[in-house]
């Protein structure tokens, strides 16, 4: 895979280009993935299960008749008292790409998935596995940590998988992956609800989305105290208070001495994202 550098302003204006070229893609891609795989994982942020599940994939996989596994990563960043109440999703393997956490359990459940399968329908000859899930849930990380190197490429900003990758896992197993997708019916640059919530699971970037004070202002509604606790600000949960003084703190300022409210809410989001502000 070939990696250009880019300005942090050129490489926004480049990805989301991208993404507008491209998201009308991306769902055929991911049905190209269902229809090559006997297996497909389906990977969501185990902080936001039902937010991350592609329920439109999720029928087509149905529909194929071909078998799922729900892999929840990012699990380093929930307690042992939320994960047990977290999914009635079956079956379900708790992961964390990034520490390497669960990888042994995921590997035992392909492997009794796999056993399922009578006869490889792959010319290769193998059992082809997809991965599949929103953009920025760790596809690539997790195909990394299963098959021991960097094979699949990594991004902080969402759309950083720009096509159809088929990799090795084993003598038998091929990992096929896949681009982020967003559902076709949820993708909306207008409805400001949809672009926060995408926003809120990393499925937009911090460094994409407009309009990032008012993510900010619906994370402290739906996380209360969370995002004050984190930086040690008293905004009573008001996004305006809380962007101002956090502005000021960090000399994210325009002239004038203006906070720069737009800095200031994607520091937040780059945090929120990246997992540094534990739920």
Not at 10 to 25: P, V, W
Not at 31 to 51: G, K
């Amino acid at each position: 895979m070939v990696r250009v550098r880019y300005s942090f302003s050129s490489r926004r204006t480049g990805h989301l280009e991208n993404i507008r070229k491209q998201k009308k893609k991306y769902p055929a891609l991911a049905r190209e993935v269902v229809n090559a795989s006997d297996i497909v994982l389906q990977v969501l942020d185990a902080r936001f299960i039902e937010e991350t599940r592609n329920k439109e994939i999720e029928e087509y996989i149905k529909k194929r008749k071909k078998k799922i596994i729900f892999v929840l990563n990012k699990s380093d960043l929930l307690s042992k008292k939320d994960k047990e109440k977290l999914t009635e999703l079956f079956p379900y393997v708790f992961i964390s790409a990034k520490t390497r956490k669960g990888s042994k359990d995921l590997r035992k459940r392909i492997r009794i998935e796999s056993k399922k399968i009578l006869k490889p329908v792959a010319d290769t000859g193998k059992i082809s596995i997809g991965v599949v899930g929103y953009p920025n849930t760790g596809k690539s990380s997790l195909i990394n940590m299963l098959i021991g190197k960097h094979k699949a490429g990594t991004g902080a900003d969402a759309g950083f998988t720009k096509g159809l990758q088929k990799l090795n896992l084993s003598e038998n197993l091929q990992l096929l992956d896949s681009p982020g997708i967003i559902p076709e019916k949820e993708y909306s640059n207008i409805k400001s609800e949809k672009i926060s919530k995408h926003t809120k699971v990393g499925g937009r970037s911090y460094s994409q989305v407009k309009n990032p004070d008012m993510v900010i202002a619906d994370i402290m509604k739906t996380h209360k105290g969370l995002l004050e606790k984190n930086y040690k600000i008293k905004a009573k949960g008001n996004s305006e208070i809380l962007l101002e003084e956090l502005g000021k703190s960090k000399g994210f300022l325009k002239k004038g001495g203006i906070v720069d409210e737009d800095k200031t809410a994607r520091f937040i989001l780059k945090d929120w994202q990246t997992g540094k502000i534990k739920i």
